[in-house]
């Protein structure tokens, strides 16, 4: 199928989807959407829970895999939004709905590009496309479940928006939970070790520390206090105050070596990271991917926010069409136009690489 047709109908499938809510963890009926996408097509694909994924026609195992992966989950629509979130309006340029710009546009791209290279034969790669549930939430049925069940990935291409620009990487996170213990009282008398006073100094630790590494793409981690709770009664003194901080970590560090860090320096009675599997990524700037999308003029950038990177162990570039800004907004939308050039950047960059 030519390029132009198969734009169109990718285009058509963003507003199927659009129009199909699928929630972290409730992606059953977007799932079949893409099923049937495939099965049109004549790609054989297989479904793990809510994961669609398919492999290349001539896949040779003596060949390293790249994986072309976004996701088809969404948040839920926030209360500020004027259109429905669940129809696919189309203004002009822009398509708006929930989960076009985040990831729908990417997914269908990916889909795209994935579909056109299917039947080549002699690629220098073979390609893997999951597209993928549970990225919203971080959940345990998402990306991370089908790395056992896929083929070994030795790169990937992860579908974000990011202006069709390459983010060469990305923040993980770790969420800690703290406590900062003191005597419980009767308000009424004194107490010389209030909790929530001792909280004062424990919460200045927190704003001024610095973690001395920095990276030349994703600068400095960033540590952010966004919790704080204590107390039930007007008339007395918590026995503790519990805090929960947010750590962007950047990839001088592992998540292990930001959790033993905290754990050893923090003034916290205890400190406790909830999960240590949403590590920071990265690609080698002379990866032949980043090569190829700097000769085609792309830029190169560190990405602060999360995405399905997170669980990969390989060399990973995010990369797709829309504008990270407007994800989870109110009145959502990507431009068509967007969804047209990423797909003629994702084919011309494989063309480069893969060919």
């Known amino acids: ?59 040779d195992e003596s060949k390293p895999t790249l994986l072309l992966n976004s996701h088809h989950d969404t948040v839920k629509p926030n209360s500020a939004y004027t259109n429905d979130p669940f129809k696919a309006i189309v203004d002009g340029d822009k398509l708006y709905g929930l989960g076009s710009n985040d990831a729908g546009g990417c997914l269908v791209s990916l889909i795209a590009t994935f579909t056109h290279f299917y039947a080549l034969e002699n690629l220098k790669y073979n390609l893997v496309i999951v597209a993928s549930a549970e990225e919203e939430s971080s959940g345990q049925n998402g990306l991370n479940s089908m790395l056992p069940i896929i083929p070994h990935v030795d790169v990937a291409i992860v579908g974000e928006p990011t202006l069709m620009n390459l983010a060469v990487a990305e923040k993980g996170l770790v969420v800690f939970d703290a406590v900062v213990a003191g005597t419980p009282s009767h308000a009424a008398h004194p107490n010389n070790n209030n909790s929530i006073y001792n909280t004062i100094e424990v919460l200045q630790w927190f704003k001024d520390f610095k973690f001395e590494k920095s990276s030349e793409a994703l600068g400095d981690v960033k540590m952010t206090v966004t919790q704080i709770n204590a107390g039930k009664q007007h008339n007395v003194v918590p026995a503790h105050v519990d805090l929960v901080i947010d750590v962007r970590v950047n990839d001088a560090y592992s998540n292990q070596e930001i959790a033993d860090i905290l754990q050893k320096e923090a003034p916290c009675t205890k400190i406790t990271p909830r999960s240590l599997r949403l590590n920071s990524s990265s690609i080698d700037i002379n990866h032949d991917l980043v090569k190829a999308g700097i000769e085609m003029g792309r830029t190169t950038y560190g990405s602060p926010t999360l ?31 967007e969804i047209e050039e990423g797909i003629q950047i994702y084919v011309e960059l494989l063309n480069r690489v893969i060919v």
């Open 1 to 59: 199928m030519e390029l132009k047709k198969l734009t169109k109908n990718v285009i058509q499938l963003l507003k199927n989807l659009i129009e199909t809510p699928s929630f972290s963890s409730e992606e059953e009926n977007t799932a079949l959407l893409i099923e049937d996408w495939f099965t049109k097509n004549q790609i054989p694909f297989q479904r793990t829970k809510n994961n669609v994924w398919a492999t290349n026609k001539y896949f």
């Open 307 to 337: 995405s399905d990177q997170s669980v990969l162990s390989c060399q990973s570039l995010k990369l797709g069409p829309g504008d990270s800004t407007r994800s989870h907004s109110a009145n959502e939308f990507i431009y068509i136009s």
